[in-house]
Structures are given as C-alpha cells and as structure tokens.
C-alpha cells in the first residue's frame, strides 16, 4: 500500500469524501505517458495522411493542360502510366523535358529523337543543357534486347553531368546457366541534384547495340524537371 494510503488509513477520524480513491487500478506516470505517447502518434498518422491526400489531388488535378509547341505527336499508351501525361499533369511546369532515344544509334553516347519535347531546357548534340539553375530530378529508363551465345554480357547505363559520370546501373546477362536464347533486360537510374546554367546532362551505354528501338520504343526514355529553383 503506498504510503499516502498507510497514512490516512492510521488516522482515527474517518478520511474526508474528498480524500477517497475509488476502487479499482489506478494509473501510474508510467500509463499516463504510454497514453500520451499512443494519441501523439495518432495525431501524427492523421495529419501525414491529410497532407498525402493534398498533394495527390493537386497532382491529378484537371485543369485544361497547353498544348506543347512541337506538333509532332509522341506514341504513347495509357495517360496512368505514360510518363509523358505525367509531366504534363504535373503542377510544375517551368522547366522540363521528356526524350526517345533514337531509333539510329551508332555510338555508345545515346542521341534522341527530333520530335522529343523540352521546355525551358535546351537540346545539343545528345545533350540537355539547362537554362534555369535549380534543383532537377533525372529519369533515364532503357531496355536492351540481347540474344545470348557463348559468353556473358555486361549492360552498362550512366548519367553524366557535365561528361563526369554522376550515377551508373550495371547488369550481367547470358550467363552460363541462362537456357534463354533472347534477353529482355531492363536498366533505370535516377537522380537529384542542383544544376547551374550551361549545365549538360547526356546518356552513355557501353553496349548501344544491344538497347531495343523497335519493340518497346516507350521504354528507352530520358527525362527531366525542374524540382525546386
């Protein structure tokens, strides 16, 4: 019994009403804080789901989407998934660009489709040079189709920036225990980074030969926004 109760229990006079401890457990610091730590993580949950449903409505918000200047339509499929209705649908608009690799590739620098489409960034030789300085997110995404002999290959994808390789994905295909004749293989890489002006941003393979023009054309792309300036 704790010590308060040992105390008021010695006293001859009956306790007061107001000194009375109604039956049952009563709760320690301990509960109190277990309490308090439980509804602050509801509150937490809540709110971080308030602002995930902000922010997915303004991007699928529907508002009339201008019409790029280049005339030449790009194929694509559904709106959902074509990266391409994505970045149109998306709130920023200030500067960006979406590129199809070229069907003539003869080098292992990866050039790009004439009709591709920029925004507020500049196309060169196979390079996107930025116009804006700001903070950019990359998306390069290429599918490579090899028939596989006697030897394994290596497909190699690398970003540049300013021809200095920022981030690279590497696969082995048609290895030894490989029974498939033709492999299908996917390689992406992503990015974040802060550009200046003049800025370029290129693609290189080591095996251009091998990257599918024909049948997915959709996924060898190259893309880029403007984060935050």
């Given at each position: 019994?704790?010590?308060?109760?040992?105390?008021?229990?010695?006293?001859?006079?009956?306790?007061?009403?107001?000194?009375?401890?109604?039956?049952?457990?009563?709760?320690?610091?301990?509960?109190?804080?277990?309490?308090?730590?439980?509804?602050?993580?509801?509150?937490?949950?809540?709110?971080?789901?308030?602002?995930?449903?902000?922010?997915?409505?303004?991007?699928?918000?529907?508002?009339?989407?201008?019409?790029?200047?280049n005339t030449v339509p790009l194929k694509g499929g559904n709106c959902s998934e074509d990266l391409l209705c994505i970045l149109k649908r998306a709130p920023f608009k200030k500067?960006?660009?979406?590129?199809?690799?070229?069907?003539?590739?003869?080098?292992?620098?990866?050039?790009?489709?004439?009709?591709?489409?920029?925004?507020?960034?500049?196309?060169?030789?196979?390079?996107?040079?930025?116009?804006?300085?700001?903070?950019?997110?990359?998306?390069?995404?290429?599918?490579?189709?090899?028939?596989?002999?006697?030897?394994?290959?290596?497909?190699?994808?690398?970003?540049?920036?300013?021809?200095?390789?920022?981030?690279?994905?590497?696969?082995?295909?048609?290895?030894?225990?490989?029974?498939?004749?033709?492999?299908?293989?996917?390689?992406?890489?992503?990015?974040?980074?802060?550009?200046?002006?003049?800025?370029?941003?290129?693609?290189?393979?080591?095996?251009?030969?091998?990257?599918?023009?024909?049948?997915?054309?959709?996924?060898?792309?190259?893309?880029?926004?403007?984060?935050?300036?």
């Amino acid at each position: 019994m704790e010590p308060r109760l040992q105390r008021a229990g010695s006293c001859e006079a009956p306790p007061e009403p107001a000194m009375q401890v109604p039956a049952g457990p009563v709760a320690g610091p301990r509960g109190s804080t277990s309490r308090w730590y439980f509804y602050l993580s509801i509150a937490m949950l809540v709110g971080l789901v308030a602002v995930t449903t902000i922010l997915v409505l303004m991007v699928q918000k529907t508002d009339p989407i201008s019409s790029p200047t280049n005339t030449v339509p790009l194929k694509g499929g559904n709106c959902s998934e074509d990266l391409l209705c994505i970045l149109k649908r998306a709130p920023f608009k200030k500067s960006w660009a979406y590129l199809q690799v070229s069907t003539d590739l003869n080098s292992t620098k990866l050039s790009w489709n004439k009709d591709s489409i920029t925004h507020e960034v500049r196309y060169q030789d196979g390079n996107l040079v930025i116009q804006i300085p700001g903070w950019y997110f990359i998306i390069c995404q290429l599918q490579f189709l090899v028939q596989c002999s006697d030897h394994s290959v290596d497909l190699k994808l690398e970003l540049l920036v300013n021809t200095k390789v920022k981030k690279q994905a590497l696969v082995t295909v048609c290895e030894s225990e490989t029974q498939t004749r033709n492999i299908y293989q996917n390689l992406s890489q992503f990015l974040l980074d802060y550009f200046q002006v003049n800025t370029t941003i290129s693609v290189t393979v080591n095996k251009f030969q091998y990257v599918d023009t024909h049948t997915f054309p959709l996924e060898n792309v190259l893309s880029i926004f403007l984060y935050s300036s």
